[in-house]
């Protein structure tokens, strides 16, 4: 499978843990994008690299989270002392070049705090 | 500052008929693209069409085409003969500028498309 993959697919975590995602893009793919979606809203955008450099964060984004994308290639998203509003799916997309080239999207890691 | 929206929460179809989804956005900028995506129950975000504002023709892909009416800033999802496997959340999309150019992706609420048999 050559597509967007992410791990894992479904993580339950307790309040005030520690969680992290990771995101492997396509191949060759030099931007790569985090999307976060609640239910029943249409995913926002938190943060995109292209390459390995972190080009844009949303303001979604608070100081809990981190991202990164070593070497270019997969990318992880760290949430730290995790609350219960962080529960959502967190959608990891792909794209060749800037421009008209479309996003690919992972299928998502669903996130739910208890 | 940019926007989409989509005003049906829900739609029903019956198997093999025609369906529209409704699109409209907000932008100032002359350039934009607009996006459609299927999202199954699965959660996997998938492309179906692509209309760039400068195209002089509406984008078709296979059952799915794109009525582009850019006067009235709509670009809403036509699909023709639906199948079971179509019943998903449907979501409108456009390309925002933000830091370094366009970048990120400004999604509707979604619809969702329940086909019956």
């Known amino acids: 499978d050559t597509g967007v993959s992410q791990d894992p697919r479904h993580k339950i975590t307790k309040r005030g843990q520690n969680v992290t995602f990771r995101c492997d893009p396509i191949?060759?793919?030099?931007?790569l994008y985090w999307y976060r979606q609640t239910l029943g809203q249409g995913p926002e955008f938190l943060t995109y690299f292209q390459n390995e450099a972190q080009l844009e964060k949303s303001r979604l984004l608070s100081d809990r989270f981190s991202a990164e994308r070593p070497k270019g290639s997969f990318s992880t998203l760290e949430i730290q002392r995790t609350e219960q509003g962080d529960s959502a799916m967190y959608l990891c997309?792909?794209?060749?070049?800037?421009?008209?080239?479309?996003?690919?999207f992972g299928p998502g890691t669903r996130l739910t705090v208890l | 500052a940019q926007k989409i929206t989509q005003t049906q929460p829900g739609m029903f179809v019956q198997e093999k008929e025609a369906v529209t989804l409704d699109c409209t956005y907000d932008?100032?900028?002359?350039?934009?693209?607009l996006f459609w995506y299927k999202q199954p129950s699965s959660g996997e975000m998938i492309f179906l069409i692509y209309?760039?504002?400068?195209?002089?023709q509406n984008a078709t892909e296979g059952r799915y085409s794109l009525n582009f009416q850019k006067a009235r800033k709509s670009a809403n999802l036509v699909i023709s003969a639906s199948q079971l496997g179509d019943s998903a959340m449907y979501f409108c999309a456009m390309r925002g500028f933000g830091t370094g150019g366009y970048n990120k992706l400004i999604f509707g609420a979604g619809t969702r498309l329940a086909v019956h048999p």
């Open positions: 191949s060759e793919h030099n931007r």
């Open positions: 932008t100032s900028d002359q350039s934009y693209g």
């Open positions: 209309q760039g504002s400068y195209d002089e």
């Open positions: 997309a792909s794209q060749f070049r800037a421009g008209t080239d479309t996003q690919y």
